[in-house]
């Protein structure tokens, strides 16, 4: 580790779930280390294979480090900031996608247009990426959908339609301006927005909504439970 180089990144957490990602490696990558000062706060981390817990100050649990290549879920019982000093990601710490689902880390140090973050991951139609709030789907030599920035922090699925593995890098420049593109696809709900951090993960629907056999464009479909 070299203290010359040396980077801080802060992750604001809210109460409830938070899908993180880091794009700093820190000199000590232990679960305990990163999540140092959080104990009386955060309830769960998990990636997709392994959990833990802080319990009467240890940490328990199948997870016991952390990386820049994957998204971790935390839940915390309050607000809070996650810090992490170390050294910046580069364009050797490479993302493996394989078929099917997969929990990856944005780490790039910049937001990017979706088309630019997965410029070199060769995406297939079909692929799916999805976010805690949005999701986008590829198709026909382009991302379609909610989702169209990727921001330094948050953490992403993917959902690879190949049969084979493949590894990429994020881009370590970025065209991205803030405020342009950011409403891409979305409109002004009607419905109370859901609030994403009570729940741990979320999924993603294509629906053609159509009246007396013709599509209704910009329909908004609310899925309402009990009274």
Same mark, same amino acid.
């Given at each position: ?6 980077? @801080?990144?802060?992750?604001? #957490? ?7 990602? #880091?794009?700093? /490696?820190?000199?000590? &990558?232990? %679960? ?14 998990? $990636? ?45 710490? @490479? ?13 790039? #140090? ?16 079909? $692929?799916?990426? /999805? ?31 190949? !049969?084979? +593995? ?10 991205? !301006?803030? &405020?342009?593109? %950011?409403?891409? &696809? ?5 419905? @109370? ?16 909504? /159509?009246? $007396?056999?013709?599509?209704? +464009?910009?329909? @908004? ?5 009990? !009274?």
């Amino acid at each position: 580790w070299n203290a010359s180089n040396a980077k @801080e990144q802060n992750i604001a #957490l809210k109460a409830g779930w938070n899908w993180v990602s #880091l794009n700093i /490696k820190p000199n000590d &990558g232990s %679960l305990k280390s990163v999540m140092n000062r959080l104990d009386d706060v955060v309830v769960t981390v998990k $990636d997709k294979s392994s959990f833990a817990q802080p319990i009467s100050g240890e940490w328990l649990g199948s997870l016991d480090k952390m990386s820049v290549r994957r998204i971790y879920r935390i839940k915390t019982s309050e607000a809070a900031t996650m810090n992490i000093v170390g050294n910046p990601t580069t364009n050797e710490d @490479e993302v493996t996608i394989n078929p099917k689902w997969n929990w990856i880390g944005y780490n790039s #140090l910049y937001s990017s247009y979706i088309d630019e973050a997965f410029a070199d991951a060769n995406p297939k139609d079909g $692929d799916i990426v /999805k976010g805690q709030t949005g999701f986008a789907i590829y198709q026909d030599y382009e991302w379609v959908g909610s989702l169209t920035t990727l921001v330094p922090g948050q953490g992403y699925m993917y959902y690879s339609t190949a !049969t084979d +593995a493949r590894s990429f890098s994020y881009p370590v420049t970025s065209s991205f !301006t803030p &405020g342009y593109g %950011l409403k891409a &696809g979305e409109m002004d709900p009607t419905y @109370e927005a859901v609030d994403n951090s009570i729940y741990s993960g979320n999924m993603t629907m294509v629906a053609v909504v /159509k009246k $007396d056999k013709i599509a209704v +464009a910009g329909a @908004e479909i609310g899925i309402f439970a009990g !009274t």
